[in-house]
């Protein structure tokens, strides 16, 4: 599968953006999937999952309550709707997408994701 993250910009603190991820070679079904960002001279992280039936969600703590992850698998789409963003978001986010079952902890981890898109950058003015 190819994954082609798009939605990044520049924003100011408080505003809100909707990141999307297009799944294309096979059906986005098939993938737990997951959000992940990297700011300048920071480890890549983790953001949100989301199951392959979009049943259960998962979230890093720092964006609970402000991000929503979701998915419509008839489009082979995944979303990341962010409000109230701060500057601390500001980094380039990337989409993921894993082959096998993950749960748990266990979504946090960049290694057990198989497939990775090009990344989309979200700047935050304070």
């Known amino acids: 599968v190819q994954l082609q993250a798009s939605g990044g910009g520049l924003v100011q603190a408080g505003g809100s953006l909707r990141l999307s991820c297009a799944a294309s070679?096979?059906?986005?079904?098939?993938?737990?999937m997951g959000w992940f960002r990297q700011a300048p001279g920071k480890e890549r992280e983790f953001v949100a999952a989301?199951?392959?039936?979009?049943?259960?969600?998962y979230y890093t703590d720092s964006v609970k309550g402000r991000f929503t992850i979701s998915r419509d698998n008839a489009k082979n789409t995944m979303y990341l709707q962010m409000n109230s963003l701060k500057p601390e978001d500001t980094a380039v986010y990337y989409c993921?997408?894993?082959?096998?079952?993950?749960?748990?902890?266990?979504?946090?981890?960049?290694?057990?994701?198989?497939?990775w898109g090009q990344g989309t950058q979200v700047t935050v003015s304070s």
């Open positions: 993921a997408a894993s082959s096998t079952v993950i749960s748990g902890l266990s979504r946090r981890w960049s290694r057990n994701y198989d497939y």
């Open positions: 070679g096979r059906a986005s079904s098939n993938y737990d």
């Open positions: 989301i199951s392959r039936g979009g049943d259960s969600t």
